[in-house]
């Protein structure tokens, strides 16, 4: 089945660095990549869909400045959290789709910040 | 507005019995829907998907059933195994486009 991969898995960071996390389809190539977070106990969230060589498209109250999203290729995608504080410690996974096809997700990325 | 619920946040089965999740959605352009199984801090992995033309899809012990005017479907796991203790999530696709909208998950416990 498609693999997609993700890294770092676990980063724990300071309050006001930034943070950048790959996406990455190993066995296709993916049009379309999600962004999504995860709470404890609590569902999926999609933050923004990024297409590639175009700018991501954001949910409502996800805020693009902080949270940039890059598709360079139809391999990678990437997320950055900007000025990162402790509340965006959260669980970030990502997905990416053959066109028209199912989602593959990533293992996800484990981010705390102090 | 959720658009994919799922109303059991946790169930709890004795080991061999059969495990039934229900999710409900509340758009009717809503025409793929998948089932998938995340463990606590890996991303989730695809399970059974049916399309709106059928009612019932099956792969080995899960079977997922699709009441389109009660825009209701289920997800049956028999016989339970303990390593099917996860939380499961329920996702629906519309007619064009490539995003899905989940469900808030149910935990499973499978108690040996």
Known sequence: GAVVSQHPSRVICKSGTSVKIECRSLDFQATTMFWYRQFPKQSLMLMATSNEGSKATYEQGVEKDKFLINHASLTLSTLTVTSAHPEDSSFYICSASPLQGQQYFGPGTRLTVT | DQQVKQNSPSLS??????????????????????????????????????????????????????????????????????????????????????QFYFGTGTSLTVIP
């Open chain 2, 13 to 98: 089965v004795q080991e061999g019995r059969i495990s039934i999740l229900n999710c409900d959605y509340t758009n009717s352009m809503f025409d793929y829907f998948l089932w998938y199984k995340k463990y606590p801090a890996e991303g989730p992995t695809f399970l059974i998907s049916i399309s709106s033309i059928k009612d019932k899809n099956e792969d080995g012990r899960f079977t997922v059933f699709l009441n389109k005017s009660a825009k209701h479907l289920s997800l049956h796991i028999v016989p339970s195994q303990p390593g099917d203790s996860a939380v499961y999530f329920c996702a629906a696709k519309g007619y064009s486009g490539n």
